[in-house]
Nanobody, 126 residues
Framework: QVQLVESGGGLVQPGGSLELSCTASGFNLDFYAIGWFRQAPGKEREGVSCIKGRDGSAAYVDPVKGRFTISRDGAKKTVYLQMNNLEPEDTAVYYC???????????????????WGQGTQVTVSS
């Protein structure tokens, strides 16, 4: 059974930090890319960051560059998203997702991803 489970969301003040976790089971992370997506009220789901399980190479969208860091722990089969200097605009439900990857860089195209977690709420408010 393929499963992704997110945790770590919550309520923080602007400028604060949170670390999200995505734990994978049922597949070999070395052959997959993991992405973080978010969906704010009234908006479409958008990509945030992705990482290749095998070598740790990563990519970020412009709004989070310099503030968010993605990483993975192969032994724990867990991908993390460290979120610093949070802004109200970061408020959303955050999802992790996975797809099979070969030699290319990881991608945040939604339709590539076959497996999705249930999501975790991040609220940034004073």
């Amino acid at each position: 059974q393929v499963q992704l489970v997110e945790s770590g969301g919550g309520l923080v003040q602007p400028g604060g930090s949170l670390e999200l976790s995505c734990t994978a089971s049922g597949f070999n992370l070395d052959f997959y890319a993991i992405g973080w997506f978010r969906q704010a009220p009234g908006k479409e789901r958008e990509g945030v960051s992705c990482i290749k399980g095998r070598d740790g190479s990563a990519a970020y969208v412009d709004p989070v560059k310099g503030r968010f860091t993605i990483s993975r722990d192969g032994a724990k089969k867990t991908v993390y998203l460290q979120m610093n200097n949070l802004e109200p605009e970061d408020t959303a439900v955050y999802y992790c997702a996975a797809y099979r990857i070969f030699f290319e860089q990881c991608s945040l195209v939604r339709r590539y991803h076959d497996y999705w977690g249930q999501g975790t709420q991040v609220t940034v408010s004073s």
